[in-house]
């Protein structure tokens, strides 16, 4: 049985990976810090199925005793601080999580087993002011941001201990990916959230800053796919992981609300504190050396993602889960990889 470690299962895309490796096999255990009340709601059932071991990418001795107890093949860095705008009031502690803990934890594997093939969720964020479009590989970095900045450093360090040390270790470039499980501070579950709200009359407006800003918005539950597919190669390479497609915020809200029969312009009210002190105007990725070397490519249009999340909020809110990230089962691809009918809508 091939063993795994994830850092940040607890995260939105921990808990698709979690999913993806208990399907193909997998022991799984994840790395979880200490916090005053549990945070499994994205795990749901599958806790009973993972093996959570307490530790924090700030403590290195933490990193070491997760990778002894857990033997893992594969690791895979998802922790981090990964809002953005966090990172400017909080840009020191963005960094250590960010950047330093990806060292730590490459520190921890070159210690304990250099063997072991790592992982290393690496962001679109890192293209930042872009040069050229779409984005690829070989596209320039100009990051924006405290976060992307951090992720760089990550970035480096992983093709760094791969080039010094001859690790297997492997950076994602991944574009921005939702699901129902997304946190909610990010935009697209900001909006379907709070579309949800207003249609069941439990919000009157929603509050936002540019709707000018592009981007590129994937599944993240084709986006795990790729991490694995990443770690299964001859030899370690990055990758950029991407729909190809990009959109507007403003086009986000007018699909969210729209798909419960409301203009965005009745209920939208701009809020300057909600811009950014440097923007990333506009991301669309490549993905061609994925599709050709991994035959990876994403599944589920922009469309159909903030629909389903617009359902998936209407259904979590009338059922009162009382979770605002819950497990909710993926609805696409629960039976043979084409996307399902859209969840039961609000009559
Ligand atoms: P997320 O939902 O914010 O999850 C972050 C995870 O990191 C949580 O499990 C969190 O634990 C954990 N974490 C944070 N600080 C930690 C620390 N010091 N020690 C241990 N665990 C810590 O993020 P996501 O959307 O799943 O993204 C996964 C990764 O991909 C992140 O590294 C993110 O930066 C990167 N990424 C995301 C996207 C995207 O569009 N989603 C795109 C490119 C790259 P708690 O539950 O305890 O907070
Ligand atoms: O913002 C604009 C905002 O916070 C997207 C993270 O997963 O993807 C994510 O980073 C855009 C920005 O994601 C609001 O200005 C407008 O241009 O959903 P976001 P992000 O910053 O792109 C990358 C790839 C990551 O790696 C990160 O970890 O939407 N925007 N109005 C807004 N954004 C938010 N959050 N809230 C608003 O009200």
């Not at 790395?31 to 806790?47: F, M, P």
């Not at 304990?112 to 690496?122: C, D, E, G, L, T």
């Not at 040390?165 to 909006?191: C, D, M, Q, W």
């Not at 994937?218 to 497609?245: C, H, K, N, R, S």
Request: with cysteine.
């Amino acid at each position: 049985m091939r063993r795994a470690l994830i850092t940040g299962i607890t995260g939105q895309d921990g808990s698709y990976l979690a999913e993806l490796l208990l399907r193909n096999g997998y022991k799984v255990c994840g790395l979880v810090r200490r916090s005053s009340s549990t945070n499994y709601d994205r795990l749901g059932s599958l806790r009973d199925q993972v093996e959570l071991i307490p530790g924090d990418l700030l403590d290195s001795s933490s990193l070491i005793s997760a990778i002894q107890i857990s033997e893992p093949d594969e690791v895979y860095n998802l922790a981090a601080q990964s809002f953005v705008p966090t990172s400017w009031n909080q840009p020191v502690l963005t960094g250590e999580f960010t950047a330093l803990g990806v060292t730590r934890m490459l520190e921890a594997i070159r210690t304990v087993n250099p063997k072991i093939r790592f992982y290393q969720a690496s962001s679109s964020e890192m293209f930042g002011m872009v040069n050229e479009s779409p984005q690829n590989e070989n596209t320039r970095f100009y990051p924006r941001s405290p976060y992307g900045v951090a992720k760089l450093y990550g970035h480096w360090m992983t093709v760094n201990y791969r080039e010094s040390y001859g690790v297997y270790a492997v950076s994602g470039i991944l574009f921005n990916h939702e699901s129902p499980r997304r946190g909610l501070e990010f935009v697209s579950r900001k909006v379907t959230h709070a579309v949800a709200r207003i249609r069941l009359g439990l919000q009157q407006k929603l509050k936002m800053g540019n709707l000018d800003a592009k981007r590129d918005w994937g599944y993240a539950a084709d986006y795990v796919e790729a991490m694995w597919l990443m770690m299964q190669q001859p030899a370690p390479e990055d990758f950029v992981i991407a729909t190809g497609e990009c959109h507007s915020v403003r086009e986000l809200v007018e699909i969210a609300f729209g798909h419960i029969g409301l203009d965005y312009r009745d209920f939208v009210e701009i809020d300057p504190a909600l811009y950014r002190p440097a923007e990333v105007d506009h991301l669309r990725g490549d993905c061609a050396k994925a599709h050709a070397k991994l035959g990876w490519r994403a599944r589920v249009p922009f469309e159909d993602l903030v629909r389903m999340m617009v359902d998936c909020d209407l259904v979590q809110l009338q059922a009162g889960s009382g979770s605002s990230t819950p497990n909710v089962a993926s609805p696409f691809f629960v039976t043979d990889g084409r996307p399902l009918a859209p969840l039961n809508r609000v009559s």
